[in-house]
């Protein structure tokens, strides 16, 4: 198992090298630059841009003079000593833009997330497998395919008119009221932080949670086929214990390679849903750090997603070993 790890490890750090050179390389696919973008919006706004010079002493400046692969390694370079490097459009610390509150804040809507689909996800998909073809189970097929079909900022639209036209509620979006918006954390702030996380995570967890549903019904049907589930049966085993001790040990399995990859695809998925809904999470400052072409802030961003992608699988391929001892390693 160690030598497995070491071996898992080892593929993770080179994986999330290839990652960082293929986000590199789509960041600055685009013509131009950052600059160039600053200079273009100057000039729309009816100002007199930017001259020459000025152009060339702000790319110098962000070091955007220097050959790409040299802006790689130096990128690459001080992110291995944990500096993220400067945002251009906010000119601060990349780490200062997107640390604090507003990772803070992505890691709560999102894991909240995640705990509710995984909770309503499993319960039903359990229930409608051991219950086929009935009213709950067509019921729930219908809300999975409408969930699956429907994406995230249409469903966070569709709330947002509900709530607008029908309850006639004064504002729906963001985490917060007005007056909470920039005070320091209190128990005032965390209550109503909490009064507004509900409606986010619905939005997002929904999709995520008929995923769910759809894998546990279909892996719970087919292990209930398996002929050691008879033969449990058969010793006189109460519909519990097959059921839990032998069903679902063994259709899990699916289910933990699925949970392996859900939170940097949680985090992928919320992006418009947070512009909609103008969350301030990171989601926003992605959208616009991709507009901008601020390459530090965009490269931060998906690098965070690719390191919770490799450690999400390497967590899945162990927990896996661990939960069914018909696996192994070599």
Same mark, same amino acid.
């Given at each position: 198992?160690?030598?497995?790890?070491?071996?898992?490890?080892?593929?993770?750090?080179?994986?999330?090298?290839?990652?960082?050179?293929? !986000?590199?390389?789509? +960041? !600055?696919?685009?013509?131009?630059?950052?600059?160039?973008?600053?200079?273009?919006?100057?000039?729309?706004?009816?100002?007199? %841009?930017?001259?020459?010079?000025?152009?060339?002493?702000?790319?110098?400046?962000?070091?955007?003079?220097?050959?790409?692969?040299? *802006?790689?390694?130096?990128?690459?370079? !001080?992110?291995?000593?944990?500096?993220?490097?400067?945002?251009?459009?906010?000119?601060?610390?990349?780490?200062?833009?997107?640390?604090? @509150?507003?990772?803070?804040?992505?890691?709560?809507?999102?894991?909240?997330?995640?705990? &509710?689909?995984?909770?309503?996800?499993?319960?039903?998909?359990?229930?409608?497998?051991?219950?086929?073809?009935?009213?709950?189970?067509?019921?729930?097929?219908?809300?999975?395919?409408?969930?699956?079909?429907?994406?995230?900022?249409?469903?966070?639209?569709?709330?947002?008119?509900?709530?607008?036209?029908?309850?006639?509620? *004064?504002?729906?979006? %963001?985490?917060?009221?007005?007056?909470?918006?920039?005070?320091?954390?209190?128990?005032?702030?965390?209550?109503?932080?909490?009064?507004?996380?509900?409606?986010?995570?619905?939005?997002?967890? /929904?999709?995520?949670?008929?995923?769910?549903?759809?894998?546990?019904?279909?892996?719970?049907?087919?292990?209930?086929?398996?002929?050691?589930?008879?033969? $449990?049966?058969?010793?006189?085993?109460?519909?519990?214990?097959?059921?839990?001790?032998?069903?679902?040990? #063994? $259709?899990? !399995?699916?289910?933990?390679?699925?949970? =392996?990859?859900?939170?940097?695809?949680?985090?992928?998925?919320?992006?418009?849903?947070?512009?909609?809904?103008?969350?301030?999470? +990171? %989601?926003?400052?992605?959208?616009?750090?991709?507009?901008?072409?601020?390459?530090? #802030?965009? =490269? $931060?961003?998906?690098?965070?997603?690719?390191?919770?992608?490799?450690?999400?699988?390497? /967590? $899945?391929?162990?927990? &896996?070993?661990?939960? @069914?001892?018909? +696996?192994?390693?070599?």
């Amino acid at each position: 198992m160690w030598s497995y790890l070491l071996k898992r490890l080892a593929s993770g750090l080179v994986t999330l090298w290839i990652i960082s050179v293929i !986000n590199f390389i789509i +960041i !600055n696919l685009p013509a131009g630059d950052f600059v160039d973008d600053l200079a273009a919006r100057m000039a729309s706004g009816g100002g007199s %841009g930017l001259s020459i010079e000025g152009i060339e002493a702000l790319r110098s400046r962000f070091g955007l003079d220097k050959p790409l692969y040299l *802006q790689y390694f130096y990128w690459i370079g !001080n992110l291995l000593r944990g500096d993220l490097g400067m945002s251009f459009e906010y000119n601060v610390p990349v780490s200062e833009l997107l640390g604090g @509150d507003v990772l803070l804040l992505t890691l709560a809507v999102c894991g909240a997330a995640l705990i &509710l689909s995984w909770a309503i996800g499993i319960s039903l998909g359990v229930y409608t497998s051991l219950h086929p073809y009935s009213l709950p189970d067509y019921l729930a097929t219908f809300v999975a395919y409408l969930g699956m079909s429907c994406p995230h900022f249409l469903l966070a639209l569709v709330a947002m008119y509900i709530g607008i036209s029908i309850f006639h509620m *004064q504002s729906v979006g %963001g985490l917060f009221s007005p007056q909470y918006v920039s005070a320091p954390w209190t128990w005032a702030r965390f209550v109503d932080f909490m009064k507004h996380l509900w409606l986010p995570v619905l939005i997002v967890g /929904f999709s995520d949670a008929v995923s769910i549903l759809r894998l546990t019904r279909g892996s719970m049907m087919d292990t209930l086929g398996q002929p050691y589930i008879l033969t $449990a049966r058969s010793k006189g085993l109460s519909e519990k214990a097959v059921i839990w001790k032998h069903v679902f040990k #063994v $259709a899990v !399995n699916p289910l933990i390679s699925y949970m =392996g990859f859900e939170f940097p695809r949680l985090i992928g998925g919320v992006i418009v849903t947070a512009i909609v809904l103008n969350l301030p999470i +990171i %989601g926003p400052f992605y959208y616009k750090a991709l507009l901008t072409q601020d390459m530090y #802030v965009a =490269g $931060a961003v998906l690098m965070f997603i690719g390191v919770l992608l490799v450690v999400g699988g390497v /967590f $899945a391929d162990l927990l &896996l070993a661990y939960v @069914d001892p018909r +696996i192994r390693y070599e």
